[in-house]
């Protein structure tokens, strides 16, 4: 499992020459599944998270979990027969679920794949594809992701903050997920910040998700150029100066920042990784975010010294997060590794 390379400078001190101790991609392989709303994405990985073959599979609306467990099993069957890999040497199957999924893999009726409301995903799963499965939601999966090899290497403590067409969000602590005892937290998109606002999909209103997210934008934007826009075209118009793109972005980062003011003046975290697509924006995002959130949050850095600040940054898996922390799933639980 563990590769061990003799460093030799030239010069041999006393005792053994130090070693670098590194995984053996050749120990094994892990699935990464994610469930989304109308897609399923498979990846199969080795034990040092590199990326062997990727699929996705479109499923439509409202798909049943037997249907998503059967072609599963045909998408790795493939997969492995494709490329040559022994199934011997899978470890396990991590599944990443757009929504809030509990300890015992079973997700909450607040998902956005509605189908799924109640279901155990190690019971769908696991006699179909006859391997460990380990689950969690797309967010903590996320998080994983930038804990074992992204922007929060070396960091115990860090909040997650997603923003694509909806807003999520993780907190670690002491290098380990804060899930609830439901796994319903870090549901950032559903503080409601307006009482009186809009309805929201979860049936409260004025919720964060209708404000910062930028599904709303881009049908102001689609309405606007009379034709169907992605997010990526939007950050593209941005960074061309386009400036009714730009102000959607502004308006976005304003209302990102005003609630991890609240999440700051509550959990006061040393690093806040903003993460989903629209981080692909960069700093066109990240600057109106960070003084949103200085303007919104009780503490300000402006009266601490830099080691007390609160640091905001971009993710660095910002497209295949979930996918990459599904994998992570596998590796922190799988004993074979420890």
């Known amino acids: 499992m563990i590769e061990s390379s003799a460093h030799n400078d030239g010069a041999r001190g006393i005792g053994r020459p130090a070693a670098t101790l590194t995984l053996n991609p050749a ?64 470890l396990g199957v991590g599944v990443s679920v757009s929504g809030p999924v509990s300890r015992e893999g079973v997700v909450q009726r607040a998902s956005i794949v509605p189908t799924w409301a109640g279901v155990n995903i190690r019971d769908v799963f696991g006699p179909v594809l006859e391997q460990p499965i380990f689950a969690d939601n797309e967010s903590n999966c996320s998080a994983i992701a930038e804990l074992m090899w992204g922007a929060a290497v070396g960091q115990d403590d860090f909040v997650l903050f997603k923003i694509d067409l909806g807003v999520g969000g993780a907190i670690v602590q002491q290098g380990r997920l804060v899930t609830g005892i439901a796994g319903g937290a870090g549901e950032f998109g559903h503080i409601s910040i307006d009482p009186g606002g809009d309805l929201c999909r979860c049936g409260n209103r004025g919720c964060l998700e209708l404000y910062a997210s930028f599904a709303r934008p881009l049908e102001q934007i689609s309405r606007i150029v009379r034709r169907q826009v992605t997010m990526d075209e939007v950050i593209m118009m941005a960074e061309q100066g386009d400036v009714g793109a730009l ?75 979930a996918l990459l922390g599904a994998v992570g799933l596998v590796l922190r639980h799988n004993s074979r590794l420890q």
């Open 247 to 321: 102000r959607m972005i502004e308006d976005t980062a304003e209302f990102a920042g005003r609630g991890l003011g609240l999440i700051g003046s509550v959990i006061n975290p040393p690093l806040i990784i903003i993460g989903g697509r629209m981080a692909l924006a960069g700093d066109i995002l990240l600057g109106p975010l960070i003084a949103s959130y200085e303007r919104h949050t009780l503490i300000k850095s402006r009266d601490l010294a830099p080691a007390l600040r609160t640091r905001i940054i971009v993710g660095k898996h910002t497209e295949n997060d």
């Open 27 to 90: 120990a094994g392989t892990c699935i990464g599944i994610h469930l989304g709303l109308d897609e399923m994405r498979c990846v199969v990985a080795d034990v040092s998270h590199s990326v062997i073959t990727e699929q996705t599979i479109p499923m439509g609306l409202d798909y049943q979990p037997q249907q998503a467990a059967q072609l599963a099993k045909s998408a790795i069957a493939q997969c492995y027969e494709e490329n040559g890999l022994p199934m011997a040497g899978l």
